[in-house]
């Protein structure tokens, strides 16, 4: 198992400011397996309980290096799945990995999916509080997919939501998505909440973000997950 990271970078100015962490599988005999095929087999057998606590802590290893050697990141995104969310205490255990790991808590930003946090929206708002008065930061991916209250987007303290990249495949050719993208957009800035777009291929995409309320964008157009020397290089370059 290893991590990769992907780029956030703000619309406007391209900077990065900071990088998502992505699990890959290199299998001895399948080759590269991604995590939308294991993921839900660790769910199904427990095993993402402890996988879990592995991709945090490295995470969060790897952040406060790259913090420490003046890298200019200011964040790193992790993901949670919707079992680790329900099941583990998520937030003794961020409590946990933060204090092992000395990595300062407004540096971690924890990536939910819609629908984990609504299909048990009482114990997700009380996760939620206990990981906002840490001071980590909270975003909700693949926003626009599942089913959202809109009341407890209001009441989660949320920063950030992560607009679904298949929204962003129709971007500029379907006036459909460009209206949901928009509107989406809209909302958030009106909610006071940051916003990513997920999925940003093409230089016409990008543009329209640009001329939208869009704050960060990450796509393959940027650069894909990368390992971490790779990303360090990236950075470099640019
Ligand atoms: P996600 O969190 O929504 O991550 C974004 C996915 O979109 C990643 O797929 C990324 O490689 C891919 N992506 C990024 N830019 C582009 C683009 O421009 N075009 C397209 N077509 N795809 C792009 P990946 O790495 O295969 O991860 C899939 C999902 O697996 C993630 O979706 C996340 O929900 C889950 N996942 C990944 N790592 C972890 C982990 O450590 N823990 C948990 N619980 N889930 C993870
Ligand atoms: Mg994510
Ligand atoms: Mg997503």
Redesign the pocket.
Known sequence: LS??Y?PLLNVRTGRAHGV?????WQHPDHGAI???KF?PLAEQSGL?VS??RW?LER?CEQALQWHQAGLGLEFIA????PR?FVQQDVVALVAEVLEQTGLPAAMLEL?I?ETALMTHAAQSEQTLQGLKRMGVGLAI??FGTGYSSLAYLRRFPINRL?I??SF??GVPARTEDNQLVTTILDMAANLGLGTVA????TEAQWRFLQNRSCQFC????FS??LPAADLVSWLAAR
């Open positions: 991590l990769h992907q998502e962490a992505l699990l890959r991604g995590p939308d993921i993402i996988l879990g991709v995470a992790v993901n949670l799945s680790q990536e999916t991916d693949d992560k679904d990249k962003l495949a997920e999925g940003v291929e990450q796509g393959y157009l894909r997950p």
